[in-house]
């Protein structure tokens, strides 16, 4: 099975993930524009396991950022990496920090109804004002 390695800007943070994402768009709610201070988050779903932290546990920050969703972060570079979704057992991989690219290209924009008004989506991929049930 092909795996691809990401990891954060400052290198601490290494994991790798089976390039079985179930799912993949790009997110443009308010909490990834924050945590990622872009347009919107390419992100990526895969099952919790097809993922593993390779090194820099001990750098790992774990952010709660709502009652389904904790985030992860480097504590010395503050990339932003991957969610966990404890409720459904997905991890969302942000795929500006994977080093190779997955066979899964985003298919959607999620989360349009809230998105930056000063950004246009220009591509023809569907728009989903939420998630969109699987
Ligand atoms: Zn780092
Ligand atoms: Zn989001």
Excluded: N
């Excluded at 997905?90 to 795929?95: E, F, K, L, P, S």
């Amino acid at each position: 099975m092909k795996k691809i390695h990401g990891s954060c800007l400052c290198g601490r943070i290494q994991f790798s993930v089976d390039d079985q994402f179930a799912y993949a768009g790009y997110c443009h709610c308010s909490m990834c524009r924050k945590a990622s201070g872009a347009t919107a988050s390419a992100i990526g779903g895969v099952s919790e396991e097809h993922f593993t932290l390779v090194t820099g546990e001990e750098h790992l920050h774990r952010y709660q950022r709502s009652e389904a969703s904790i985030s992860y972060s480097c504590a010395h570079c503050a990339s932003t990496l991957y969610g966990s979704k404890p409720d459904t057992g997905m991890i969302h991989v942000r795929y500006g920090v994977l080093d190779q690219s997955p066979t899964l290209t985003p298919q959607a924009h999620m989360h349009v109804g809230s998105k930056a008004d000063w950004y246009q989506i220009t591509d023809e991929l569907p728009q989903f004002e939420g998630f969109p049930s699987p």
